[in-house]
């Protein structure tokens, strides 16, 4: 079972020249794995390696706690934070991509009940004020789909929730989405 989610760069505040940001989150039976890339030019990413050499366990306790300060306050809890750099060259077009990517577990968002699953987001999407509806996610078979700005920045939120013959629509059974949920009943 995999449900993933593509969000913004909540808080990377001295990498100011960000480009683009996904976040994914897949699903590990009832917690979640989140998957924040970014993708920015070379000055921003030379200054976020260096802060990281100086000290890796700051520099990560420090984003860590940015990133989930409002998430905790909606009963969700965070651990395994992981942070990843790379510099990418690509011989055809001779162009370089930099990405750092973050990383970590999300406990206490899914419930489970027989084969029934909800996953709730209100945590990611309230800081973000985004939600599922108002902001016509595109229903898709496999999740949800948004693309838009955030503080400025090209954004791509994709839900993508266990594969089913149609689409996740708005309160649709047995799997579907409200504001900030999304359900689907395990297959045999």
């Not at 902001?135 to 400025?152: N, P, R, Y």
Request: charge should be negative; aromatic fraction near 12%.
């Amino acid at each position: 079972m995999t449900l993933s989610i593509a969000v913004a760069a909540v808080s990377l505040g001295a990498f100011a020249a960000i480009s683009k940001q996904v976040v994914t989150i897949t699903t590990d039976e009832l917690s979640l794995v989140y998957s924040k890339e970014i993708t920015w030019d070379k000055e921003g990413f030379s200054e976020g390696c260096h802060s990281y050499l100086l000290n890796p366990e700051s520099y990560l306790q420090e984003l860590a706690t940015k990133t989930s300060a409002s998430w905790l306050s909606r009963g969700v809890e965070v651990t395994d934070w992981q942070i990843s750099f790379s510099s990418t060259y690509t011989l055809e077009t001779q162009e370089v991509t930099y990405n750092t990517r973050l990383q970590c577990n999300v406990h206490n968002a899914i419930s489970k009940s027989g084969d029934r699953y909800t996953a709730r987001f209100q945590w990611l999407l309230t800081p973000l004020r985004l939600d599922f509806i108002d902001d016509k996610f595109m229903q898709l078979t496999h999740g949800l789909l948004w693309e838009g700005e955030l503080a400025g920045v090209p954004t791509v939120i994709a839900v993508e929730a266990p594969m089913r013959d149609c689409p996740y629509g708005a309160w649709h059974q047995p799997n579907g989405h409200c504001h900030a949920h999304l359900w689907w009943e395990k297959q045999p």
